[in-house]
């Protein structure tokens, strides 16, 4: 259920991501392709400022934050809130909505990514009983995780 490596996930490489931004009349600049590279090894949602600070050259948080929004837009990925009020991002695999909830530690921030989602069923009944459509939902959630509950 829980994949805290993401490793078993795909993901996309720095060519298609590439390919993508050039069918955008978009160059793939050092800045873009450092901080894919960025997105590429950390496979969990980062923050502005987290990508800055893993990023190896000279980068501002200004570059970051507009990098970020073009990759919103062409739908490379996708960006979570984890209640923080602080928006973060993570590369989306090819064929993935981005559709996914996330069990985040209080105390050391760790992110662990739930491949199920499990309501489903839910989300239909609320769509019979509302007469909504085209519902969808965000839910996040909030634990100690097991190292920090070792460290007491
Ligand atoms: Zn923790
Ligand atoms: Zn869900």
Redesign the pocket.
Known sequence: MANPGHSGRPTRSMSELAERLRRESRRLTGPRQAILEVLRQHRRPLSNKEILELLPGDCDLATVYRAMHLLRRLGLVQRYDLGDGVARHELLAPDDDG???HLVCRRCARVVELED????AF?ESLVARSGFTQV????EFFGVCPDCQRAG
Do not use: D
């Open positions: 559709h996914h909830h989602c499990g309501l489903a989300e969808t939902h965000r839910l």
